[in-house]
């Protein structure tokens, strides 16, 4: 838990503090000031007896016992303070906002850990250092602003930023968001974005605690971590949004498989929010946008209706909501027909509503009464109005507000004219509502919100496996990819359905094998990594002088050690794979197989265990779903088998975390089976 000395202080001192409100020391003090902070406050300046009209002290030696110490002073300094206050004046809440610590160098990260561990000694708590520090309802323990309003209902923001931090709050704050805390790590030297969320997690009581939590992250040091506290806190009722940054991967990444190609570590970044419920974002404008959406009511639907006055923009917001999957149902009928006689001629109702710019605040009140209580088909409400600039529009504003305090159906307040209404926008913000400016920002930002999952179950059962067989192949094995029979072997423990296969090193075996088997076959090399490429597959082989043929062919091809003799199948190409991925744990993937993965990239990634409804989750929402549906006569892939194969890996990896990179490509897949003709395996202990 976190030191209530820090979150809840009776006594701040800001060691560091001074008159010049152009610096850390001077400007987080007068924050303090402002704030009116209830409780004691002191300044340590080592020259003046008074700083911003608080007593100063000389030296920490000086101090009456304080709760909580905001540090702004040079990092070579900062040691002895904390060492003193934490011995002599029971301080146990800390922020070190100054800077030269383990973002600097080797030295500064020794500084770092000593610091941690002084204040470990005594169960205290640490943000930073090199952060702009913490805000809450109890003290402003920021040195930046704009220090947005306050309220217990408002948003939680945890950054490992502080400089965007200060850009997050500056996008959200104009459009009427609220804040309930603000959380800077910095260098996260003993408290980052995980432990504050466990911290929130723990304390969390729907109706009472800040609904929303927002996250800007650069580093993800415990997924683990993250996923539990984020999982159980929207499993609660609360919502969260993320920036993870740094996705990319700069230059080409070194891998021998499909897998290890595709599963990079932005990926598992995304299979783990969508596991947890989190909604990601990738830009400040958008997780404040993302925050406001959450800010309303919950609609039970995909289906808007967008109410307008304006065509294009209510064009571009259907496109958006189109385009992310959202529904504009389209109104008709003798209530509509109603409703369009109470609207001026050249009206139209069909959805989008247009009233035209003519339109009054009256007409708007209609237009909503009937779409929360005539249009049954309509879950939620967009309403875009502006203006020229020719009236005041305060009446629309105030309507607008009246109704979002009685509508049961979400109102989304669209008010792009940020200029010529600017007053009437501040009056309805003031009313304590949010505004959307920019309907495609807005429209992008439902759409991921609705359409990211809710979390998975904590208790994930996976298939039963043969474990034993598995730790027997696995415990014997070095570093490097498994032969053909240890493959096979994994397969068979884990329950997963491939094609009867064996690896023969003369052609009289594989005579024998399709005397056992029958025709048609497949012959593959052993060796080398990519079959395909050195034309080391051979399809539908038919007969003997075929076999003959085409193994001295297969095994005078470069790094061929062996011939891989199969049975031939027929079905739609899949591909399922496994990556480790560092602390993530392993991550499953699954999409088209053969060279389709090569060329489309459609991929679906969940992280292991993987449940029953991402395994489906994971189907149903490829690119290509329609070709495993069966498209056009052709006949589909059993998707129940394909869902248990996937989980079926999931357990697999469980029991084997040895396995760095997996893959089955292809399977083979249609209504009857899935079954896997080509796979390898890699090991790394």
């Not at 990260?109 to 000593?114: G, T, V």
């Not at 304390?203 to 605690?209: A, F, L, N, W």
């Not at 999982?231 to 940054?245: F, M, N, P, V, W």
Request: proline letters at 4%.
């Amino acid at each position: 838990m976190i030191n209530n000395k820090l979150l809840n202080p009776k006594s701040v001192v800001v060691v560091g503090g001074s008159d010049d409100i152009t610096k850390p020391g001077g400007k987080i003090l007068k924050n303090l000031i402002d704030g009116h902070f209830a409780g004691n406050l002191y300044v340590v300046n080592p020259k003046l007896d008074e700083v911003q009209g608080i007593k100063s002290y000389r030296s920490v030696e000086e101090l009456p016992q304080t709760d909580c110490a905001i540090i702004a002073i040079a990092a070579k300094y900062c040691l002895q303070s904390v060492e003193v206050l934490t011995s002599q004046k029971e301080t146990r809440g800390f922020i070190i906002l100054s800077a030269g610590f383990s973002e600097e160098n080797e030295e500064g990260a020794k500084l770092e850990d000593k610091i941690v561990e002084t204040i470990n000694n005594v169960g205290g708590s640490l943000i930073g250092p090199n952060c702009v520090g913490l805000l809450n309802q109890t003290y402003n323990g920021i040195f930046t602003t704009p220090i947005p309003e306050l309220d217990e209902q408002g948003v939680d923001f945890i950054s490992g930023s502080g400089a965007t931090a200060v850009f997050i709050i500056e996008s959200a704050v104009p459009k009427g968001l609220r804040f309930s805390s603000v959380y800077s790590v910095g260098n996260s030297a003993q408290i980052g974005v995980e432990e504050i969320l466990k911290h929130l997690d723990e304390t969390y009581e729907h109706g009472k605690s800040a609904p929303v939590k927002i996250l800007y992250i650069e580093n993800i040091d415990k997924p683990d971590m993250l996923y539990k506290h984020a999982s159980s806190l929207i499993r609660k009722g609360a919502k969260i949004a993320a920036i993870k940054a740094g996705g990319s991967e700069a230059g080409s990444r070194a891998a021998s498989s499909h897998t290890g190609a595709l599963a990079s570590s932005d990926v598992a970044v995304n299979a783990l929010f969508r596991k947890a419920g989190i909604v990601r974002c990738y830009g400040r404008d958008e997780l404040a946008t993302v925050a406001s959406i959450f800010m309303h009511p919950i609609a039970k639907g995909k289906n808007v209706a967008i109410i307008t006055h304006a065509g294009g923009p209510a064009v571009m917001l259907t496109d958006s909501l189109s385009d992310g999957g959202l529904n504009i149902p389209h109104i008709e009928g003798a209530k509509a027909d109603a409703l369009l006689e109470k609207l001026y001629p050249g009206s139209s109702v069909s959805n989008p509503i247009d009233f035209l710019a003519t339109g009054t605040a009256e007409q708007l009140g209609d237009i909503i009464d009937a779409c929360e209580n005539d249009f049954n088909e309509i879950d939620a409400m967009a309403v875009i109005f502006g203006s020229p600039g020719l009236t005041s529009v305060y009446d629309v504003y105030d309507l607008l507000d009246e109704k979002m305090k009685t509508c049961k159906k979400p109102i989304y307040p669209i008010l792009p004219s940020i200029i010529n209404v600017k007053d009437e926008i501040d009056h309805f913000i003031a009313k304590g509502r949010i505004n959307f400016p920019d309907e495609v920002s807005f429209g992008n930002a439902l759409c991921k919100v609705v359409n990211t999952p809710k979390p998975q179950t904590d208790n994930i059962v996976l298939p039963k496996i043969d474990k034993n067989k598995i730790r027997q192949v696995i415990d014997k094995a070095e570093n490097g990819y498994l032969s053909p029979d240890e493959v096979f072997t994994l397969l068979d423990a884990a329950g997963i359905d491939r094609a009867y296969e064996r690896v023969v090193e003369n052609v009289e075996d594989a005579l024998a094998f399709a005397n056992e088997f029958g025709f048609p076959l497949v012959m593959k090399v052993v060796g080398p990594v990519h079959k395909s490429d050195v034309g080391g597959v051979v399809l539908n082989v038919k007969d003997e002088e075929t076999i003959r043929r085409e193994f001295v062919r297969l095994m005078a091809i470069k790094d061929t050690y062996a011939v891989l003799m199969g049975e031939m199948l027929s079905g739609t190409e899949v591909f399922i794979g496994a990556k480790r991925e560092d602390k993530f744990g392993h991550m499953v993937l699954a999409g088209l197989g053969g060279i389709f993965i090569e060329v489309f990239h459609d991929v679906n990634t969940s992280i292991s265990p993987v449940s029953e409804d991402e395994a489906e989750f994971m189907i149903k929402n490829l690119k290509s779903y329609k070709i495993i549906e069966g498209i056009r006569g052709q006949e589909g892939v059993n998707q129940d088998v394909m869902k248990e194969q996937i989980r079926r890996i999931s357990a697999l990896v469980e029991a084997a975390p040895e396995i760095f990179e997996m893959d089955l490509n292809p399977l083979l897949g249609n209504s009857k089976y899935v079954k896997a003709v080509d796979a390898r395996i890699r090991i790394e202990k």
